[in-house]
């Protein structure tokens, strides 16, 4: 084979984006109401990982203490044709991650338009053995799909007319917004779960 007489091109690595504050909010804007804006709404105020959002229960959320926050305990991931919860990244990435008052919001949003849906399905209601607890799920109970998830984001800001975005972005937007607000960055680095 000729082509491995070759050699390759050397591209630099793509620059993240790093949404300003105001972006931030025309990103949450163009999301349509419900539960895309609300998990587009938590990635920017809290960091977390597609996964971790997909992965997280009720049991790992308090929403009614005085000090409101989420408990990163495990991610969910696709193995094998199937949802599992898996271990986070790191040791790092089992984290408590305080919560403001927009991601308070829009996870006590959730509580009440999961238990419409729940209503709403009854016998149809099926969570997968395991996984009964999900914070985020489909209208029958399942694990949301990330791929899915990804492509209603994407879908959202091309009809809005504003440029593409991975939900990695929202995690970086999280990171801005803390150091634009004067957090330290070893601070900042503890909330995104960085190992090291």
């Known amino acids: 084979n000729v082509a491995r ?91 408590a991650v305080p919560l403001d008052t927009e991601a308070l919001e829009a996870l006590r949003d959730e509580r009440r338009a999961q238990r419409e849906r729940q209503l709403a399905a009854g016998p149809r209601w099926r969570p997968i053995p395991g996984l009964e607890a999900l914070v985020f799920t489909t209208s029958s109970g399942g694990p949301r799909q990330g791929t899915s998830v990804t492509k209603r984001f994407q879908e959202a800001l091309a009809a809005a007319g504003l440029p593409r975005l991975t939900w990695h972005g929202l995690r970086a937007a999280h990171g801005a917004l803390l150091l634009s607000a004067g957090v330290d960055i070893t601070v900042v680095s503890r909330r995104l779960g960085h190992s090291g």
């Open 5 to 95: 007489l070759a050699d390759a091109p050397h591209l630099p690595p793509p620059q993240p984006v790093i949404l300003s504050p105001g972006e931030t909010g025309a990103v949450i804007a163009a999301m349509p109401p419900g539960q895309l804006r609300r998990l587009v709404i938590l990635a920017v105020r809290t960091g977390l990982r597609q996964g971790e959002q997909l992965g997280l229960t009720w049991d790992d959320v308090d929403l009614d203490a005085t000090s409101p926050e989420l408990h990163v305990r495990q991610a969910l991931q696709w193995q094998c044709g199937a949802y599992f919860p898996v271990p986070p990244k790191s040791d790092a990435s089992r984290r």
